[in-house]
């Protein structure tokens, strides 16, 4: 069993007052893509920050590799793209990448070579010689985004890797995302959008509020919550399904989307029922399928749960 | 060493590129100048004739050789030079003194043009003149102590002349013994003559301070500001994670520095041509051999250009540092001027100390000051060229001074580490301390 790239043991950190990480623990093996999903604010970033060494904890243990050193003796082996990206803005796109290789560790001339390969790859190449704070967001994050992987790093973290980008550049960045995994190297990415993550990782951690909710595997995280769940899509006459979906003895939870809807069954209610009870009211039907539930779903379930008895707790 | 030197390169690089590294390198020595030939002007006296109106209530006639003292300075040296005052006695009485002096001082201060037979100043002679030295001047030059100190000069000559010749000494011997004594100086090193007249060296020190000035003070909060930009950009983030506060703050002080030298080079180097080559282009813009000599450009001896480099570069090191360390602990250029200001200070006192040093080389004063860290790259480049530093002083403040740099960037590169992990919150004084043992 080699070593995990990333491991967190129960690890807290406070800023004055609140706590933004609470007890948190994970394991990120080698090879792979791992998944931290949450909602906003609910300490992924910090998370992040933790493991990259960039924030000390206040309690708990954070090792890359299996060494406690940190970050920053490691540094040729991580690649980090943070949260708020910041780049020099008054440099040249490829003196900044050839710099960020440079604190790498690799030399000027590999770095120039490589730098010239990613441009070349995210489609920039020609805004080379361009300052960065000429180039649009989208473009500066892809600047940001080589500058993190100039090194062939093993382990890459990314932290929200892609918001704000387009469905086009968020494909290339996907791509890339995947290669890495692909190549025998660990991503971390961090996200709110679950259909993304659930489409791209190996194993994934759900926190809120600075403590994990759920983690493992995609197939386990789906299986432990168990229950059954149908997808329904709706063709005509939707209303007169309504208080069939209402009925708590045969479903135990909506996420309805208008057109299509995501349920899960009543403990002992069959799949059957519903169906044969949608078609006897007269509802049109494009889709009925028994599914896994979706990360989506687990997320609300579990998130929402859960910060609905701690809104209660807090006003009790 | 691989990683400092890439931030040195950038930062340098950087800095050397930007269209205000090219204007202050241009603009500079026109301030320069400015500010040598400036005070100079302001301090020496107006170089026309004054007018003086001079009111004399004595009984024994006191205007008469006053007056006659008076017209007899110059303006300048040389048989052409001009009068320095033009003078004009009004004989009064105890009982109308005040109506013609009123009279007179109405009369006064305007300028030139407004009207034309306008005094620039009165002097009032009184029967206590004689007596106790007492008289009153009045007009529109007295902030400028070098027409004053002239002025009094005269008239206290004419004073003296005339009470020796009450006591019945010779005329003739009263005028050669008032003869002024004329002092040329040379300085002199290792006793050696260098070649330096008094006012060279003044000039030196004046200059090398206003450098030093200048550059410490545009370099250092150049380094405050890139760190706070850092942390704005954010970029400090992807940074920390491959390079320690150590190197972050070593190559950035190392590569601001080496901009602020570069700067000086160019500068050094143009000042160099320009007086090897200043009887050339002086034929160039049609001006005399005179002309040029009366705007010497003082010359530098190796030995001070050697004590002046060594210090300049230690002096904005250390100031380099501090202030990077005021930029570590900030988070807006806002913030950071509380800090600031105590920097600023010191190298406030260590500038303007240089013009008290000027008069005193050798006083306690600048010996203590050369021991001091933050003042010693002033003072100490300032004695060197006043007077002659013994070399175990020299040593001994020099290594203070790199006691004091080391000691600096280990104490700004432990508040930097903390600093850069903490942004969001501005530390007390108390977390300070803390940081920088932890």
Known sequence: ?316 | MKKIIAVIRREFVERVRTRAFLISTILLPVFIVLMAVLPGLMMSGSDHTSRVAVVDATSVGLGQPVSQALQSEKLGDGPAAKARYSVQVFPATAANLAAVRNDLIASTGFSSKKQKDGWDGVLVLTDGTLASGKLDYYGSNVGSLDSMSKLQRSVSNALAGVRLGKSGVDEALVKRAMAPADMDTTKVSDGRLTGQSGEDSFLIAYFMGFILYISILLYGQQTMTSVIEEKTSRIMEVLTSSLTPFQMLLGKVLGVGMAGLAQMAIWGGSVFLVSSQRAHLAGLFGMSADAVRSFPIPSMAPGLLVVFLLYFALGFLLYGALYAAIGAMCNTIQETQQYAVFVTMSILVGFFSVFSLIKDPTGSLGVTMSYIPLFAPFTMPVRWSLSSVPPLQLSLSLGLMVLALLACVWLAARIYRTGILMYGKKPSWRELLRWIRA
């Open chain 1, 1 to 316: 069993m080699p070593l995990p790239s990333v491991s967190v043991e129960s690890v807290t950190k406070r800023f004055s007052g609140h706590t933004a990480v609470n007890r948190l623990s994970l394991e990120v093996s080698a090879g792979g893509i791992f998944g931290l999903l949450g909602p906003n604010g609910a300490g992924k970033s910090t998370t992040i920050r933790l493991i990259m060494g960039i924030l000390e904890p206040d309690e708990g243990r954070v090792s890359l590799f299996g060494s406690a050193h940190g970050s920053r003796k490691l540094s040729a082996r991580i690649g980090y793209l943070p949260e708020e990206r910041g780049l020099y803005k008054k440099m040249k796109v490829l003196d900044h990448l050839i710099f960020l290789g440079e604190t790498k560790g690799i030399s000027r001339a590999d770095a120039r070579r490589r730098a010239q390969a990613w441009l070349e790859r995210l489609g920039i190449s020609e805004w080379a010689l361009k300052k960065v704070e000429d180039l649009s967001k989208g473009m500066q994050q892809k600047v940001q985004f080589a500058g993190a992987l100039l090194h062939e790093p093993e382990l890459v973290i990314l932290d929200e890797p892609f918001s704000g980008l387009d469905p086009v550049n968020a494909q290339v960045m996907k791509d890339i995302v995947v290669e890495i995994a692909a190549s025998g190297r660990t991503v971390l990415f961090s996200t709110h959008v679950m259909e993304q993550a659930e489409r791209m990782c190996d194993h994934i951690a759900i926190i809120a509020r600075g403590e994990t909710v759920v983690s493992g595997t995609v197939a386990q995280v789906k299986a432990d919550f168990g229950g059954r769940h149908v997808a329904l899509g709706f063709s005509h006459d939707k209303p007169r399904a309504e208080a069939i979906l209402a009925d708590r003895s045969l479903i135990a939870r909506v996420d309805d989307y208008g057109a299509s809807a995501e349920l899960q069954m009543a403990e002992g209610a069959d799949p059957e029922q519903l169906l044969a009870a949608l078609v006897h009211a007269g509802v049109g039907l494009r889709r009925f399928e028994v599914v896994e539930p979706s990360l989506h779903a687990i997320f609300i379930a579990r998130v929402g749960a859960d910060a609905a008895v701690a809104h209660a707790g807090a006003a009790a």
